[in-house]
């Protein structure tokens, strides 16, 4: 196995034992760019040159220091909207086709200190609206496991990334879904934590109180180690919490013995692949046979969650998305007449379809005479959607669900039907809306060979039980570290 194909853990293992040097992991994850990134084209940016340089003088520092931080010198790439000083962030926009940001995004700076090596930024949808990646401005990527299949969305970039072996680890920004749905499709796992536990300064918003960064990694272990890393109190972050850090690998190897996992027909309704209720059947025997406790569970408003959750996106992106107007950095129009003009040219060339449907829909949703019977009715149900989640966790530790209700469809399949490229975050968005954390593991692949996502969540905090019934899953299963079928082609 290529060094570039091991998981962040097993890179410690090997780093610990100094049977291999920084320098040559980082080669290594650079020759697998050289390789792949023609066909994946998950990169926007990269910054290899800079990453291996970076990869000598941590070896040196190395070569001197007793002890490394579990990811010091470890390749990894970030999602194109998290700020990097002196490297483009884009948005994958035109809008920010020559945005250098004058500051870090939150997480940056926390992985430039734990001696992390940046590969790159990662191709997305634009401002993160879309389910598929297709509404990047600059390119499409492909699903390593078929090349022809999109890699879900917005973060398809970091999870294709990571699929294909082409960083360890990478960092996803999830809204409505954006971290879960893509690992689900690319067969990582990818999770989304409690809002307010990673801090979202220098995160490009889209929706502020939907908002939460987290990571994409080949297994469980290593989703553990990239959170330890990214959580803790930012006061630049108002919304960000201020509780003590934990160590998510401590208790990762517990079981799931006497625990009691939720199961509701709520998302188990019409849509649904028969291979995905198969395979979701399947894993939750496993759940059975390892000792837990199965419980059905049932919600009273889950029906309205995609509904408020684009009402409410779409009111904040309008408001967010009004600052690029041409002024002060980022696209300006060549041609106009006037300043009322400037605006109107710069936004109508720089911003894509559908972030333009978005922001009209916000605006609309929020003018005066309108907003009492669509953003205000959102925020009642999205009110509702919380209390029932917390009815619902009373019952049981952690609920069980698809992360999708497919598996990856076919590059521009939905891309002439906005409404049925929406209905693909079905599962993911009322976690959002409550401010929940989420995973989502690889637990089988259907009868094409595309992975399926189970999804596993919890109540707010939950993060240490969601990580423990996950690694108890893919412990039991094997289905770790999977490789895509691009394997075979290089
Ligand atoms: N697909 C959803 C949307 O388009 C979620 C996006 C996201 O999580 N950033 O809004």
Redesign the pocket.
């Known amino acids: 196995m290529e060094l570039s194909q091991k998981t962040i853990h097993e890179i410690n293992d090997l780093l610990e034992k100094k049977e291999v040097t920084v320098t040559e992991v980082t080669q290594s994850v650079v020759d697998r760019i050289a390789a792949v990134e023609n066909k994946t084209a998950a990169y926007l940016n990269l910054q290899t040159e800079e990453a291996l340089r970076a990869a000598g003088v941590i070896d040196e520092k190395l070569g001197e220091q007793k002890k490394r931080t579990p990811l010091e010198g470890i390749p990894y790439a970030l999602k194109d909207n998290m700020c990097t000083q002196g490297i483009l962030t884009t948005c994958a926009s035109k809008m920010l086709y020559n945005f250098n940001p004058p500051y870090n995004a939150h997480v940056y700076d926390r992985l430039i200190e734990e001696g992390g090596i940046l590969l790159g930024k990662t191709n997305m949808?634009e401002f993160?609206?879309?389910?598929s990646t297709e509404n990047s401005a600059y390119k499409i990527t492909h699903n390593p496991w078929d090349l022809n299949k999109v890699p879900g969305?917005?973060?398809g970039g970091s999870a294709v990334a990571v699929a294909a072996d082409t960083a360890f680890y990478t960092l996803g920004?999830?809204?409505?879904?954006?971290?879960r749905?893509p690992a689900s499709f690319c067969g990582v796992v990818g999770m989304k934590p409690t809002y307010g536990l990673v801090s979202r300064y220098g995160l490009v918003a889209?929706?502020s109180s939907?908002?939460q960064i987290g990571p994409f990694t080949k297994d469980v272990e290593d989703c553990a180690l990239v959170l330890n890393a990214i959580i803790g109190h930012d006061p630049k972050d108002s919304t960000s919490l201020n509780l003590e850090k934990k160590d998510y690998t401590q208790t990762l190897k517990q079981g799931v013995k006497g625990m009691k996992i939720g199961v509701a027909q709520a998302f188990f309704g019409e849509g649904l692949q028969p291979e995905v209720r198969k395979s979701l059947e399947d894993a939750i025997a496993v759940y059975k046979a390892m000792g837990a406790e199965i419980v059905d569970v049932s919600f009273q408003y889950l029906d309205y969650a995609l509904s408020a959750?684009?009402m409410i996106?779409s009111a904040e992106a309008s408001s967010n998305l009004a600052r690029y107007d041409g002024i002060r950095y980022g696209y300006r129009a060549e041609e106009y007449d006037g300043l009322v003009d400037l605006y109107k040219k710069t936004r109508s060339q720089g911003f894509g379809e559908?972030v333009k449907r978005?922001i009209m829909l916000g605006t609309y949703a929020l003018s005066s005479g309108y907003y009492d019977a669509y953003y205000k009715k959102a925020m009642q149900v999205r009110t509702l959607i919380k209390d029932d989640f917390n009815q619902v966790f009373d019952g049981c530790d952690v609920l069980l669900t698809p992360t999708a209700p497919t598996t990856a469809f076919g590059i521009g399949e939905k891309t002439s039907n906005p409404l049925e490229?929406?209905l693909?975050?079905i599962y993911?968005?009322p976690v959002?809306i409550a401010g929940i954390p989420g995973i989502s593991i690889p637990c089988g692949l259907d009868n094409n060979g595309m992975p399926i996502g189970m999804q596993l969540l919890g109540p707010i905090l939950s993060e240490e039980t969601l990580l423990k019934v996950a690694w108890a899953f893919e412990n039991e299963k094997g289905l770790k570290n999977l490789k895509a079928p691009l394997e075979t082609e290089v």
């Open positions: 949808d993160a609206m879309g389910s969305g917005s973060s920004s999830d809204t409505g879904g954006s971290i749905q889209f929706a939907l908002d959750y684009y996106s559908e978005r490229m929406y693909t975050d993911t968005v959002n």
